[in-house]
C-alpha cells in the first residue's frame, strides 16, 4: 500500500522556520521524482519545490527561491522542505508528491500557518 505521510507543519511567526518532512511507503522511492505543492484558500494547488530522484536536480516556485531548500534521504525514504523566512503569503496546505512517470502520489497534506 502506497502512503505519504506529511508532518512538521503548524503555526509560525512571520520570519520564522520550519521543516516539513514526508515518509514514504510502499514503492520504489528512489526512483521517484518527488515534489511539495501547496495550495492556499481559494488558490490553485502549486508547485513549491522538486528534487529528481537520485537528488542532482532541484526546482524551486519563484515564490520560495532563496528561502526553501528541498532534500531527500533515499535510505530513509524521505524528502524534506526546509523553509526559511517565512512570510504570511507562504500559509497553505502543503502536499507531498512523487511521480515516475505516469504514476503518480500524493500524501495527505499538512498545515502550514505563517502569522503573528
Known amino acids: 500500500q502506497v502512503q505519504l505521510v506529511e508532518s512538521g507543519g503548524g503555526l509560525v511567526q512571520p520570519g520564522g522556520s520550519l521543516r516539513l518532512s514526508c515518509a514514504a511507503s510502499g514503492f520504489s522511492f528512489s526512483s521517484y521524482a518527488m515534489s511539495w505543492y501547496r495550495q492556499a484558500p481559494g488558490k490553485e494547488r502549486e508547485l513549491v519545490a522538486f528534487?529528481?530522484?537520485?537528488?542532482?536536480?532541484?526546482n524551486y516556485g519563484d515564490s520560495v527561491k532563496g528561502r526553501f531548500t528541498i532534500s531527500r534521504d533515499n535510505a530513509k525514504n524521505t524528502v524534506y522542505l526546509q523553509m526559511n523566512s517565512l512570510k504570511p503569503e507562504d500559509t497553505a496546505v502543503y502536499y507531498c508528491?512523487?511521480?515516475?512517470?505516469?504514476?503518480?502520489?500524493w500524501g495527505q497534506g499538512t498545515q502550514v500557518t505563517v502569522s503573528s
Open positions: 508528491n512523487a511521480n515516475w512517470g505516469r504514476l503518480t502520489y
Open positions: 528534487i529528481s530522484s537520485l537528488g542532482r536536480i532541484t
